[in-house]
């Protein structure tokens, strides 16, 4: 089992910058692949950024160019870099992992955080 917990979330104006981090803890083989998903109410979690542990990555076409993931291994951190932020980013942001990129990047990895509220507004 893996262990998530989020941190970085706030507030911030249109075009500003946020870190999200997320520290993993427990049994690295479920933390092979991680992911950052957003919701915000009434909405489906949606994949934002996709990680595994050597170092492949996927976005979202909504966050390609403004988001960078990134990853850790030596201290099962992920972090996702979130600039030119826009109103539409405003969500509650998850972080995922999972023994698989698969399961991950489908929704199907069962390990998530608590969640990080990111609101963009002026």
Known sequence: QVQLV??????VQPGGSLR???QASGNIHDSYAMAWYRQTPGTQRELVAQIDR???TNYAD???GRFTISRVN???TMTLQMNSLKPEDTAVYYCNSGSTRTAVV?????YWGQGTRVTVSS
């Open 20 to 22: 999200l981090s997320c």
């Open 54 to 56: 050597r170092g492949l």
């Open 62 to 64: 909504f966050v390609k």
């Open 74 to 76: 030596a201290n099962n």
């Open 6 to 11: 989020e941190s970085g979330g706030g507030l």
């Open 106 to 110: 489908n929704g199907a990895a069962p």
